[in-house]
């Protein structure tokens, strides 16, 4: 799984006031998605390669994602865990077992409807 994901940092913002920006680090995958920790909440989000500049990333188009919070040890293994635990269920068992289940978790519409033929 390792070599699926590669450091990289990422620029998030224009934050509130329009001017600043954060940088952080973490690891890309797909050069699409990145991987980050925001005071101890490992993120993930979507993103967009700065042409010419290696391993740089810019905000993509859809926020982020919370996948851990209260984080510790080595993140790249914990990133690769999560990796693999993932890509081991299929879509209904993520549904039943991971989202439907999350603790704190509010309604949400997933609009699966978009999927249907007409």
């Known amino acids: ?10 620029v998030v913002g224009p934050l509130d006031d329009g001017q600043d920006f954060d940088i952080y680090q973490g690891y890309v995958m797909n050069e699409s998605y990145i991987f980050f920790l925001d005071e101890g909440s490992l993120w993930l989000r979507h993103v967009h390669k700065v042409a010419h500049v290696e391993h740089l990333y810019i905000n993509g188009d ?53 999927f249907q033929k007409n």
């Open 62 to 114: 859809s926020g982020g994602i919370v996948l851990a919070e209260h984080t510790q040890g080595n993140i790249k293994e914990l990133i690769e865990s999560i990796m693999n635990r993932l890509c081991g269920m299929d879509a209904l068992t993520f549904l039943t077992e991971v989202l439907l289940w999350t603790p704190e978790r509010v309604d949400m519409n997933l609009r699966l409807d978009r």
């Open 1 to 10: 799984m390792s070599n699926l994901i590669e450091l990289a940092s990422i």
